[in-house]
């Protein structure tokens, strides 16, 4: 019987993480936060629209009132999503995994593309449009873009599995 020891340079080694891991990292905690922001402003939004101009709901008709309710059905999943992938974000700051930062992108334009479109209802109703949001998403899109062209030197350490074993007997 034989007990088979790996040799040292069969060992896994150890990364010390780089100036682009650690970028990568504090930059993934940073789009989870932005995420995080945006969907806290959509939440206020939307509770303030409905404080201020609920009781108008009684006055629409019923095709209109189900309009209504799908357009904020859409909002309340576009929030969710956005609490969803910023909170896997922030959870993922050590993973070298793309897909966190993938949805981020998709679900930052996604929201982009709905603030633009409400932009019109916004003006109309308020007089104003708080364009800070619109700034934020901007540069969170960038940020995001910026992140997934980022290659970090240091890859995750090896399970050390399939390594070459020596044969002691």
């Known amino acids: 019987m034989s007990l088979q020891l790996p040799r040292p340079s069969d060992l896994p080694k150890a990364h010390a993480p780089t100036a682009d891991t ?66 896997w974000n922030i959870v993922a700051q050590r993973s070298m995994s793309l897909v966190p930062l993938i949805a981020a992108l998709v679900i930052a334009v996604i929201s982009l593309l709905s603030d633009l479109l409400s932009i019109a209802d916004t003006l109309e109703v308020n007089g104003s449009f708080p364009y800070f949001i619109l700034f934020l998403q901007f540069g969170l899109i960038v940020q995001t ?18 390594h070459v074993s020596q044969n002691i007997g």
């Open 22 to 87: 650690k970028q990568l990292r504090k930059g993934r905690a940073s789009v989870g936060i932005a995420l995080l922001i945006v969907a806290a402003f959509n939440t206020y939004s939307m509770i303030w629209a409905y404080s201020t101009y609920g009781y108008l709901l009684e006055t629409l008709t019923a095709s209109q009132k189900s309009e209504v309710v799908v357009a904020d059905t859409l909002v309340v999943l576009l929030i969710l999503a956005l609490v969803g992938v910023g909170i």
């Open 145 to 162: 873009i910026r992140l997934l062209r980022l290659k970090p030197n240091a890859t995750e350490p090896d399970s050390g599995r399939g």
